[in-house]
């Protein structure tokens, strides 16, 4: 009998959510230093495909919940032909609810958010490069860093932790007002523009004004959309970034699957209003919203609502609904754009000459049409803008304004897949 899960608290929502002008797939990506080998590459996926049988996984349809399970037939991996985090097509991926794809020199993956989430996907990513680069025959010792595809699956790697960590304290339905929301001409495709700098500079930034580097980053993107959108408005709405934080910093998980939550960060912007003041305020918040008390209630109060549901012996049509609902009027008009940073990466020593630097891509949506996304490596800072607007002038001003307050050199690229 083919093996199944649950899909977890989050992937639910996901589920509930994604179309057309919202797919849920996020990508990751490797910049190597030589053209990829699409046989190398394959061999590589079906060696770790063995280990992670939680990814190996297709959507079955239930009568109270939909459900994952276990898919025995072969992912193949594609050339790049589409837009980045386009669909997934079962047809295309043999039913699996991720694509690997290559182009030129860049290796990715693009997972449907229902399955993990950014750090199982990273996870993934690094040991499907470790295998590629030793079926090129390279050198490399395994530091720990990478999973070792010789172990058994762990039933950690597959807890939904939203539940195993859930606790009795009380939960606080604080209702959280809507944000300014940026408006443009819609696009049919994502564009995606990166960002890269050294590392090293953004640090030094980001410690000038005693701040962490995601609050200053932040801070930047404000200021940039207040100029590019508000201020000649005379209704000055508060402008909010909402930041996924990984839960396993503070919850001793192992899970592979989706394990985060998200905090929202936001100032009303006026003329009088520095950077200064920017910053000062978006690190409080961030300080207090990602402690782990926090936390707790903000994953307390998701697990109470998914309970409720599913005490009700009703359909999927009703619960899925509500879940669009929610997500429609609590989440994304609370926001006006997403800002998710992967952090910096580690590898073995010997893969780092391999790799150029990473990407990551946060995939937009109709009420927040422009998301960022951030990961750093070997000194390599890059930040990603995906956007289905033509409109880029938040883009463009955001880098301009890194620049001007910092004199931080930027070289700046776009998608540039078949």
Request: net charge neutral.
């Amino acid at each position: 009998m083919d093996q199944w899960y649950k899909i977890d608290n989050a992937g639910k929502i996901f589920h509930a959510v994604s179309n057309p002008a919202n797919s849920s797939v996020f990508r990751i990506a490797m910049m190597m230093k030589s053209p990829v080998e699409a046989d190398k590459l394959q061999s590589a996926l079906d060696d770790v495909m063995k280990r992670l049988p939680m990814f190996a996984v297709k959507l079955g349809k239930g009568i109270f919940w939909d459900f994952l399970v276990e898919n025995d037939k072969k992912l193949f991996v594609q050339k790049e032909h589409r837009f980045p985090c386009a669909p997934i097509d079962p047809i295309e991926t043999n039913g699996f609810l991720f694509r690997v794809i290559y182009y030129e020199k860049r290796i990715a993956v693009e997972f449907f958010h229902s399955v993990t989430d950014g750090t199982g996907a990273l996870e993934f990513l690094k040991a499907l490069v470790y295998h590629y680069l030793l079926e090129q025959q390279a050198q490399i010792e395994n530091d720990g860093s990478i999973l070792d595809i010789e172990d058994q699956p762990s039933t950690y790697e597959l807890d939904d932790s939203y539940f195993n960590y859930k606790s009795n304290h009380a939960v606080k339905n604080a209702r959280e007002g809507h944000a300014f929301q940026i408006k443009g001409t819609p696009t049919e495709e994502t564009t995606v523009v990166h960002g890269v700098m050294k590392s090293n500079d953004i640090r030094t930034a980001a410690r000038a004004y005693g701040v962490s580097i995601t609050a200053y980053i932040t801070s930047v993107l404000i200021v940039a959309i207040y100029y590019e959108k508000l201020l000649y408005r005379s209704r000055k709405e508060e402008i909010k970034i909402a930041i996924p934080v990984n839960l396993r910093k503070m919850f001793p998980s192992k899970s592979l699957r989706n394990f985060f939550a998200v905090v929202n960060v936001g100032i009303h912007v006026e003329e009088h209003t520095t950077l200064e003041d920017i910053m000062a305020d978006i690190s409080k918040q961030l300080q207090t919203k990602a402690e782990k008390e926090a936390l707790q209630l903000g994953l307390n109060h998701h697990v109470k609502l998914q309970t409720m549901l599913a005490a009700r012996f009703v359909p999927n049509f009703f619960k899925y609904y509500a879940l669009r609902y929610g997500y429609k009027s609590y989440g994304e008009r609370t926001k006006t754009m997403t800002l998710t940073n992967l952090g910096d990466v580690h590898l073995p020593e010997e893969m780092m000459p391999h790799i150029a630097h990473m990407e990551m891509v946060m995939y937009p949506t109709k009420k927040s049409p422009i998301n960022g996304g951030i990961c750093s490596i070997n000194d390599q800072f890059v930040l990603s803008f995906a956007r289905t607007i033509e409109e880029a002038a938040i883009i463009r001003s955001f880098f301009q304004e890194l620049t001007k307050t910092a004199g931080i050199d930027i070289e700046v690229y776009a998608n540039d897949g078949g």
